[in-house]
Structure formats: structure tokens, C-alpha cells
């Protein structure tokens, strides 16, 4: 979604009344993001209680807030939520275990397993790890037990 004069104003507002609701001390500035994505950034003092454990927290509010702004502004809208940088840190921490994960089974030629993670987390480690040709990942497992498995390439 291009974002227009109009359609900032709307988001800026929807924003406001949540974070006024939340009565948590925030703040937060709308970007466009990648792909034509709304990104809302937001600093907290007290941001666990937002980002929830393991991130969850911040995943339903990003999904409440992509179907508001959907009703709300008449056409399809992906917005993307931050809490002080956290989705930035856990992908660069994602970034590194995939690369480290690589390197260990490219060298040992023996298969590892990453911990369970989110569809997200998984697509991540996935893209990562695509480019290389030493190794490879497939996702096994079923719901909050699903992993990605990086295997060595023979």
C-alpha cells in the first residue's frame, strides 16, 4: 500500500487511541516499509510486557492491527510492528545461528537441529541459508514443535 497524506492520518490516530489505551509509557513514528509495508516503530520503558514471550505478544498486535487498518482504511494493508528494535535484534541473532549452524555442519558433515521457532523465525534461517551450497534446511515437526533441520550437502 502506498501510503498517502490521507492514509497516514488515519494510522497516526488509529495509534494514538491504542497506545493511549495500552496506558504503557510509549511513543512511536510510522515509515514506509519494504515492499509497500506500514512499519510502526515503537520505544517503551517497559517493553517485555508488549513484546510478550518469544515475541508473541507483538505478533497478535501486529495481526490485530493489520485487520483494523484493513476495515478501517477499505483495502488490503500489511503492517509490520516493532518494539524497541526487538524484531531487528532476534533477526540478526536468527542471521548468526543459521550462518555458525552452517558452518558447523559443512565442516562436521553431521546434520543439526535448531531449536523450535515460529513460521517467521523458520523463514528466516531458510532464506539465510538458501544461498549456500554446502548445506541445506527443510522444516520438520508439527505447530509450536516445528524446526528447521540444516543437513550437509554430500
Same mark, same amino acid.
Given at each position: 500500500?502506498?501510503?498517502?497524506?490521507?492514509?497516514?492520518?488515519?494510522?497516526?490516530?488509529?495509534?494514538?487511541?491504542?497506545?493511549?489505551?495500552?496506558?504503557?509509557?510509549?511513543?512511536?513514528?510510522?515509515?514506509?516499509? !519494504?515492499?509497500?509495508?506500514?512499519?510502526?516503530?515503537? !520505544?517503551?520503558?517497559? #517493553?517485555?510486557?508488549?513484546?510478550?514471550?518469544?515475541?508473541?505478544?507483538?505478533?497478535?498486535?501486529?495481526?490485530?492491527?493489520?485487520?483494523?487498518? $484493513? /476495515?478501517?482504511?477499505?483495502?488490503?494493508? =500489511?503492517?509490520?510492528?516493532?518494539?524497541?528494535?526487538?524484531?531487528?535484534?532476534?533477526? $540478526? &541473532?536468527? /542471521?548468526?545461528?543459521?550462518?555458525?549452524?552452517?558452518? !558447523?555442519?559443512?565442516?562436521?558433515? /553431521?546434520?543439526?537441529?535448531? #531449536?523450535?521457532?515460529?513460521?517467521?523465525? $523458520? =523463514?528466516?534461517?531458510?532464506?539465510?541459508?538458501?544461498?549456500?551450497?554446502?548445506? =541445506?534446511?527443510?522444516?520438520?515437526?508439527?505447530? /509450536?514443535? !516445528? $524446526?528447521?533441520?540444516? &543437513? #550437509?550437502?554430500?
Amino acid at each position: 500500500m502506498k501510503m498517502d497524506n490521507k492514509s497516514k492520518k488515519k494510522i497516526e490516530e488509529f495509534v494514538k487511541e491504542f497506545v493511549k489505551k495500552t496506558t504503557f509509557d510509549v511513543t512511536f513514528e510510522i515509515k514506509e516499509g !519494504r515492499e509497500g509495508t506500514i512499519l510502526v516503530e515503537f !520505544r517503551a520503558q517497559e #517493553p517485555e510486557v508488549l513484546i510478550g514471550e518469544a515475541g508473541q505478544t507483538l505478533w497478535d498486535m501486529q495481526a490485530l492491527f493489520n485487520r483494523a487498518l $484493513r /476495515k478501517m482504511l477499505g483495502e488490503e494493508v =500489511r503492517c509490520d510492528l516493532d518494539i524497541n528494535q526487538y524484531k531487528q535484534s532476534k533477526a $540478526r &541473532y536468527l /542471521k548468526e545461528l543459521a550462518e555458525e549452524t552452517a558452518n !558447523r555442519v559443512a565442516l562436521l558433515k /553431521k546434520e543439526e537441529r535448531l #531449536p523450535a521457532m515460529t513460521s517467521y523465525e $523458520r =523463514r528466516l534461517i531458510h532464506t539465510e541459508l538458501s544461498v549456500r551450497t554446502d548445506v =541445506r534446511t527443510e522444516s520438520v515437526g508439527e505447530g /509450536k514443535a !516445528r $524446526r528447521v533441520v540444516v &543437513y #550437509p550437502v554430500k
